[in-house]
């Protein structure tokens, strides 16, 4: 059983656009969820995160957004850049596992110049 | 600097053959953990240490080693009892204080021949 769902495998954005990344979970039990960045070959470099006490956190064009009661979370990154195409990982952890986070499939984001 | 180093980047083996993946860290965390990446998928944990000395098994443990003699190295012994070992394997260290990202290495592609 997946707990963390990443539906769409990919993702194609003109640049300048906005781009939503979206992550779904199960396990009510989770309340930290994070969004990282991979190229090819490299190991993931952490984006941004959120905790379950609030619905929103912003860091320069990248907002993460939380609904606790849809257990959804979405990234946007505004505006979109060529060099934000990447896999994006969301990722939840919650306070019985410290440190210790479940990680969807991956999102494969292209940003067209 | 600080941060995680995978040795090496590219590691072949026969079939049957036992190998060792190398993850070191100098950022002080107590935490580590080993995921494995096969193409399209996620992040899934294979074990992780959250003190000297002590482990635990993650989803995919089976066919799989760890030592945590110390706290900046953590090694990941691949057996010949794992039905298929070629992937990408990443190591990733946090601290274990709150809710922290985890800061991860390069990684290394494992293929067994």
């Known amino acids: 059983d997946q707990q963390v769902k990443q539906n769409s495998p990919s993702l194609s954005v003109q640049e300048g656009r906005i781009s939503i990344l979206n992550c779904d979970y199960t396990?009510?039990?989770?309340?930290?969820f994070l969004w990282y960045k991979k190229y090819p070959a490299e190991g993931p470099t952490f984006l941004i995160s959120i905790s379950s006490i609030k619905d929103k956190n912003e860091d320069g064009r990248f907002t993460v957004f939380l609904n606790k009661s849809a257990k959804h979370l979405s990234l946007h990154i505004v505006p979109s850049q060529p060099g934000d195409s990447a896999v994006y990982f969301c990722?939840?952890?919650?306070?019985?596992?410290?440190?210790?986070?479940?990680f969807g499939d991956g999102t494969t984001l292209t940003v067209k110049p | 600097d600080g941060g995680i180093t995978q040795s090496p980047k590219y590691l072949f083996r026969k079939e049957g053959q036992n190998v060792t993946l190398s993850c070191e860290q100098n950022l002080n965390h107590d935490a580590m953990y080993w995921y494995r990446q096969d193409p399209g998928q996620g992040l899934r944990l294979i074990y992780y240490s959250q003190i000297v000395n002590d482990f635990q098994k993650g989803d995919i443990a089976e066919g799989y080693s760890v030592s945590r003699e110390k706290k900046e190295s953590f090694p990941l012994t691949v057996t010949s009892a794992q039905k298929n070992p070629t992937a990408f394997y990443l190591c990733?260290?946090?601290?274990?204080?709150?809710?922290?990202?985890?800061?991860f290495g390069p990684g290394t592609r494992l293929t067994v021949l």
């Open positions: 990733a260290s946090t601290g274990l204080a709150g809710y922290n990202e985890q800061f």
């Open positions: 990722a939840a952890s919650g306070n019985t596992n410290a440190g210790k986070s479940t």
């Open positions: 396990n009510s039990m989770f309340d930290y």
